[in-house]
């Protein structure tokens, strides 16, 4: 199979994960939409597990119809029991703040 007829769709980056403090891995996903418009703490967002990928997608943009809307992180662990949203571990591929503030109520 040629890999490189998928390049077009290349996921975004990894998913990142973080131990907590009793050794549990959690799995930590974008707090930003991938548009760059709007905190997924405040518009919800849908994460499926898809051949690989971890598939995120904000509710607004979804509503919208907002291309590109969609993380795609390549999951590297074994599915864990929690997930937390975090843009911190995110910051090289989150879009500018200073260009598309991320809206909150
Ligand atoms: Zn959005």
Redesign the pocket.
Known sequence: MDVRSRETTRPDGDLRYRVDHVGATVAVLPAT???G??S?TV?GYRAVASEGELHVS?R??TLTL?AD?TWRLTIARPSTERAELDDEPYRDVLPSPSRTPVRRR
């Open positions: 939409c991938k548009a418009q709007h997924l518009t904000c607004a943009c907002v809307s």
